[in-house]
């Protein structure tokens, strides 16, 4: 029997899902603070690094006609220096998933929970995403493609603040006012991580030129979704508010009011938790990936039970809401390093093993 390959379009939803999270909570404060004036412009600057990163990732896959990259760097380096490699990148994955989920399970215990012990709710989470990474990239990929449609119409919601939607709050100016385009650009662009775990999908897809562009419309989908939940913040708030606000997206979804739910802000926030487990499952299998191949012989269900366990003590480490945030924007730098630097030494040893043949 064929072995099963990901289309193209679950490749594009795959991409969306694990960039897309609770980020964009806080994204429209993160611009407005570091880009001023029209900050959710800056968006369109950060869709095409992204897209440029893609691109190189693209190289990888064409240069290396379709290889995995653990065939491309263990026929050129050895395994003295290779497990290093894996053991930090299995590391950095797993506790940037770990801490995403902390993240998202701190917010929910301080919107809903608030006498559950956050750690317990994060127990529940775990669980939930070692049952779908064990299913395998294709039955997750299946998944998240239906929790897509469980939450794509939640676009629909932008709609009720079209009428409270003021044009003159947006203001003629662009960047101005107190601005920290290096820093913060560094912090918003960690938003779009997520697409670089595509360079793990070579053997899992058809050799096509289309897996690529899933990609890159996958990240498309993340920069329509940022650019117009911003775009609406910044119209429907003042300047001033959308500083002081921790999470702008969080107050505007308060201000949905239905007569037959009460609360209804909870019961939305509740559904962010399909692309928060979507994000999750993918940079814990990234990370089991990574294990495996150091140690084939051990099960893929055990490797995965083991990476949940030890990032779930690491998720004890940070206490508080900021300092999550200091870890995730820490974590968010050497991944965004990780997403440039992994595939162009990918092409150079590419470039250097084809010259050597010649």
Known sequence: MAKEKLYPFHVMILTYMTQTGVVVLSLPRMLAENFGYNGWAALLGFTGVAALNIFIISLVYRFGKGKSIFQILEMSLPKFLLYPLYAFLACLWATTGCIVAKNYVSIFEMVSLSTTHVMLVKLLVDILVYFLVIKGIYNISKALTTFYWVTSWMYLILLFYVRDFEWARLTPFFFTGETHFVQGGMSVFTSFIGYELCILLFPYVEKSKKFMRAVQY?????????????????????????????????????????????????????????????????????????????????????????????????????????????????????????????????????????????
Not at 226 to 239: K, P, Q
Not at 307 to 318: E, Q
Not at 327 to 338: C, D, F, H, P, S
């Open 218 to 358: 996958g990240n498309l989908m993340t920069a329509f979704t940022y650019t117009l939940i911003c775009f609406i913040c910044f119209g429907f708030y003042s300047f001033d508010q959308l500083k002081l606000m921790v999470y702008p997206m969080l107050d505007l979804l308060s201000y949905v009011n239905l007569p037959f739910i009460e609360r209804v802000d909870n019961l939305l926030f509740a559904f962010f938790l399909f692309t928060t487990v979507a994000t999750i499952a993918m940079y814990v299998w990234a990370s089991q990936e990574m294990v495996k191949r150091m140690v084939p012989k051990v099960k893929d269900n055990l490797i995965t039970f083991i990476i949940i366990i030890a990032v779930f003590f690491v998720a004890w480490i940070p206490d508080t809401i900021p300092e999550i945030g200091e870890w995730l924007q820490y974590l968010g730098y050497t991944e965004t390093g990780v997403a440039f630097g992994l595939p162009l030494m990918l092409i150079a040893i590419l470039l250097v093993n084809k010259r050597a043949r010649q």
